[in-house]
């Protein structure tokens, strides 16, 4: 026994043309199997079969502005409902360990996206995001390489980092919303402790979830964006006529909705068509800010009765 027996060491990961720097704790695959128990009246459950396959891909990147394209994909924020997500035109993940270890999840879509922390005191993902590998089309699951091919003493030439990619912004928001009694002060602000953006993206792999074969596929069934944080330079008055606005139940929240816009330098996040669903109130105290957290939620917005984008980035 040496030391050449402990596996650890860092890698990186490749996957529709961009390169993925992970912060602490790297970057974690797993293997996933479904099972059907198998059972006898007089032994009990005695065996299983395996009904269902797929890797999962995990890892918290590292806080660079980067790859936007691709993990805050337009399939997500501007969805088309009912589509199919990973399709006939399958996209390798590759993680490159710098042992020489190189892990190909052979059909894999990008299928839990980053939340992000936009704040000076935090780092910029929230969340891990998650890639998933099902089969490759075309191919049975007892074929071999139909979901991953496993190599070790690969070369190891890692591209370039690019520290200048580094962000953690201060934000300056701007929410260009009809509010009563004009709400001047929610139309631009800042915040108190930074703003938390999270995103909800829904698929269903039961829909293409064949005998045999497992999931072939992932439809999308929705997607909604939500950003939360204290905000500064907003006045209790246009918050409270925000949250209890002077018009009678059972009217569109979109009504009073309008763009959130997160800038940083020349950078910013965008939630199109945004409510302010939530709010954890005010507070008399000389340790908490009077307004507390308010959360905005997107809705879908139309344009020429066509449903447009929900969120960006850039």
Request: charged letters at 15%; glycine letters at 10%; a neutral charge.
């Amino acid at each position: 026994m040496n030391s050449s027996n402990v596996l650890i060491g860092p890698g990186y990961a490749t996957w529709n043309g961009g390169n993925f720097r992970f912060a602490d704790g790297g970057i974690k695959a797993r293997f996933l199997k479904n099972f059907r128990e198998i059972s006898a009246e007089e032994f009990g459950r005695f065996d299983s079969i395996e009904t269902g396959r797929m890797i999962e891909v995990t890892g918290r990147l590292w806080s660079g502005w980067e790859n936007l394209n691709l993990i805050i994909p337009a399939a997500a924020t501007s969805p088309t409902i009912g589509s199919k997500l990973f399709g006939t035109a399958p996209l390798a993940l590759v993680i490159n360990g710098q042992d020489g270890s190189r892990l190909t999840v052979v059909n894999a879509q990008i299928t839990k996206m980053s939340n992000l922390q936009l704040s000076v005191s935090k780092e910029l993902f929230s969340s891990d995001i998650t890639f998933t590998g099902l089969i490759l089309p075309g191919n049975a699951p007892a074929t071999a390489g139909s979901y991953y091919t496993y190599a070790i003493g690969e070369a190891y030439a890692p591209p370039a980092f690019t520290k200048a990619n580094f962000a953690a912004p201060t934000i300056a928001a701007t929410w260009a919303a009809v509010l009563p009694n004009a709400g001047v002060s929610l139309q631009n602000f800042n915040f108190k402790n930074g703003v938390a953006v999270d995103w909800k993206w829904d698929l269903d792999y039961e829909p293409c979830t064949v005998d045999g074969f497992g999931a072939l596929d992932a439809i999308v069934t929705g997607f909604e964006a939500s950003a939360k944080g204290i905000p500064i330079g907003a006045l209790e008055v246009d918050v409270a006529s925000a949250m209890a606005p002077p018009q009678a139940l059972g009217v569109l929240e979109s009504t009073n909705g309008g763009n959130l816009v997160l800038t940083f330098g020349a950078h910013s996040v965008t939630l199109y068509s945004a409510f302010l669903s939530a709010n954890d109130g005010f507070a008399w105290s000389r340790k908490n800010n009077r307004i507390g957290d308010l959360t905005w939620r997107t809705t879908v917005p139309f344009a020429a009765g066509l449903a447009t984008a929900r969120a960006a980035a850039a």
